[in-house]
Nanobody
Framework: QLQLVESGGGLVQPGGSLRLSCAAS????????IGWFRQVPGKEREGVSCISSSGSSTNYADSVKGRFTISRDYAKNTVYLQMNSLKPEDTAVYYC????????????????WGQGTQVTVSS
């Protein structure tokens, strides 16, 4: 069964950068679209970005466009989320999720989830 593991979270000052990784074990990611979501306590899980299985299609939430970049490395079986110009409102637990081939904007469309990694943006 596909297992996803996020890493790269941490504490960063406003304006700083982090790169999150979503690594897979037990199965190749080649056939999966990977989405990044984030959640803060008391709020619904929010879609941040997604990349299709081929890598030819990406999308971003309006709140992160121009600051975040999603990419994938097939050789390393890993998807990345480069986060630049971070703001305090980016603070959340970030999750990666997988579904077959094409992206979906809603969390319910994904079949596999990682455990999450905390991102805190604070001075």
């Amino acid at each position: 069964q596909l297992q996803l593991v996020e890493s790269g979270g941490g504490l960063v000052q406003p304006g700083g950068s982090l790169r999150l990784s979503c690594a897979a074990s037990g199965w190749t990611l080649n056939y999966y679209a990977i989405g990044w979501f984030r959640q803060v306590p008391g709020k619904e899980r929010e879609g941040v970005s997604c990349i299709s299985s081929s890598g030819s299609s990406t999308n971003y939430a309006d709140s992160v466009k121009g600051r975040f970049t999603i990419s994938r490395d097939y050789a390393k079986n890993t998807v990345y989320l480069q986060m630049n110009s971070l703001k305090p409102e980016d603070t959340a637990v970030y999750y990666c999720a997988a579904r077959s081939y094409v992206c979906d904007k809603i969390p319910e469309g994904y079949d596999y989830w990682g455990q999450g990694t905390q991102v805190t943006v604070s001075s």
